[in-house]
């Protein structure tokens, strides 16, 4: 610097450089890899390369709801937190249209199995149903629905279940048919004898307890 009189002097200044503000487009979103739901927790990266950046931290939500860990099926938004950094100043709830994932309903067919009494009684046949998909038992309520057929007559294919798909799992239905096996009848007859002539003996059976059922 020259003063007046023509003479170099030095002079020194003092500044201060402001952190940035973090923006969405300072990040790379990555949602997961596999979108189908398998009861597992899925997780997204977002990274940044901008030199100075805070710590990130992902979080997720549901329909406005705060999620610990997406693993049922339906859309996610994601939003992050960046602590205070060298060179960038924190923020919260930072997002963008496209940080989002949609986690799919599993749609694998799966292996039904029929249990329990299926011996005609005249009332509707109701075995015990077992639904699992990959060694993985699936919960009835929740993840199936059963519904039953009439299941009164006896029959190789008489009686039937119905398993419809819900929540997260989207199979096609399937319809169990399974055997209604008739109902034995043992019948004795009580000792008793009669010669040939006018006076023959009725020959009787005692009754089998509660068989046959009213209206057979």
């Known amino acids: ?28 979103f990555q949602p997961p890899t596999d979108l189908t739901y398998n009861g597992n927790s899925k997780t997204a990266t977002v990274t940044s ?13 549901q329909n406005g709801n705060s999620v610990e860990a997406p693993k049922d099926a339906g859309t996610y938004t994601v939003k ?24 799919s309903p599993n749609s694998t067919a799966p292996t039904v ?25 699936l919960v009835q309520g929740t993840d199936y629905t059963v519904a039953y057929g009439e299941n009164k007559k006896a029959g190789e294919t008489a009686g039937s279940v119905t398993i419809t798909a819900t929540g997260n799992y989207s199979f096609a239905q399937v319809v169990e048919t399974f055997k209604i096996a008739k109902r034995p009848i043992t019948v004795t007859a009580e000792n008793k004898s009669s010669r040939v002539g006018p006076s023959l003996v009725t020959l009787t059976y005692p009754p089998t307890e509660g068989l046959p059922y009213p209206g057979d």
């Open 80 to 103: 992050i937190s960046v602590a205070d950094g060298t060179n960038y100043k924190a923020v919260n709830d930072l997002s963008y249209s496209d940080w989002k994932f949609t986690i």
């Open 113 to 137: 199995i029929l249990s329990g009494d299926m011996v005609y009684n005249s009332q509707q046949i109701r075995p015990e149903v077992t639904v699992t998909i990959g060694g993985t038992a």
């Open 49 to 61: 390369s901008k030199n100075g950046m805070g710590q990130v931290t992902v979080r997720y939500y």
């Open 1 to 28: 610097v020259t003063d007046k009189s023509g003479n170099n002097t030095t002079a020194s200044v003092t500044y201060t450089i402001e952190k940035a503000t973090p923006t969405a487009n300072d990040f790379t």
